[in-house]
């Protein structure tokens, strides 16, 4: 069994559409994948209908998720949500907040980045976004675009779209004590995403965590492109502490970052365990 929990589609900053993410999951030999995209359930019902069209022979589970903007003393990061109802007010509310606040945000970088000199436009950004949940990778495709960087990943420095950099902007973000009530609240299993990506900036202390685990976290995804070993073990350790359990994904973005769908995976066993908790929705297919 071969299962990445997290992966986004063009409804939010990634570059597959959703049913090009289910292709790219088959292709790439996964038996599950979670649509996880930031702060909106957009993208899942043309994930379902790709899985459902799947030739026969061919399985793929989805998992429908999100992944929500959470911000705590200043720190950003990100809290997976798998399988909630997307119908649960309280939550849906809060996604909606989280999601309108980014095109305030999106607009001010845009500005920002045109003081500093780059010259990208707002339309521009929402020609790349389409219909997706608008964020700073979108703002990279336009740099890159205008040959300001040369990479989406070179846009992500001090100088312009990095936490604190010159053309950074905050935006709505939620408690993250917050949000595990409210996943829970709708049947959903919270995860903590890439709990010690220290590259994006600064990380949650381990007491966040423990107060994280105490109001509800099931797990910390702790196999991640953006954690060297020794975080790994660190990680792996706090989450034995915490007893929480611990998961592996690839959060592919098509072609905005270069990792690979299933370049990492989680444990069978964790995932049905996961799976077990969830009382908002059901795995789709396989
Ligand atoms: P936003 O949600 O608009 O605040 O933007 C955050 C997103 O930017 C993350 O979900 C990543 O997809 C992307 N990102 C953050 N840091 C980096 C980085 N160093 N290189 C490339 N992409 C990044
Ligand atoms: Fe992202
Ligand atoms: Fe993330
Ligand atoms: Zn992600």
Redesign the pocket.
């Known amino acids: 069994m071969r299962i990445d929990l997290h992966a986004h589609s063009n409804a939010s ?1 990634g570059t597959d559409s959703p049913a090009e993410l289910v292709a790219a999951a088959v292709a790439a030999g996964l038996d599950v994948v979670a649509l996880t995209d ?1 702060d909106t359930v957009s993208g899942h019902a043309e994930a379902a209908g790709a899985v459902h069209a799947l030739a026969p022979g061919t399985r793929l589970t989805l998992v429908p998720g999100a992944e929500l ?1 959470c911000q705590v003393g200043g720190i ?1 990061m ?1 809290l997976l949500a798998y399988l909630f109802d997307p119908a649960e007010p309280a939550f849906a509310r809060e996604r909606e907040l989280v999601r309108t606040d ?1 095109f305030r945000r999106g607009r001010a970088i845009v500005e920002r980045c045109r003081e500093l000199g780059a010259p990208i436009s707002w339309e521009q950004v929402e020609r790349i976004a389409g219909d997706g949940s608008v ?3 979108h703002i ?1 495709s336009a740099l890159v675009e205008a040959g300001v960087v040369a990479s ?2 070179d846009a ?1 420095t001090a100088d312009w779209l ?1 936490n604190g950099g010159r053309a950074d902007v905050r ?1 709505h973000e939620t408690d993250p004590v917050t949000a595990v009530r409210l996943v829970r609240a709708a049947g959903g299993v919270p995860v903590f995403a890439h709990p010690g990506a220290s ?2 900036g600064h990380t949650v202390s381990d007491e966040v965590i423990a107060a994280l685990a105490e109001a509800g976290l099931a797990a910390l995804e702790v196999d991640h492109t953006d954690h060297d070993e020794p975080t790994r073990e660190r990680l792996r350790a706090l989450a034995a502490e915490l007893g929480l359990l611990t998961t592996g994904s690839s959060d592919y ?1 098509g072609g ?2 270069t990792v690979r769908l299933g370049e990492h995976t989680t444990d069978p066993a964790v995932y049905e365990a996961l799976v077990a908790q969830a009382t908002g929705a059901k795995p789709i297919g396989g």
């Open positions: 900053d930031h903007s950003s990100h980014r964020g700073r990778p990279a989406v990943s992500f990095a935006k590259k994006r973005h905005r970052k």
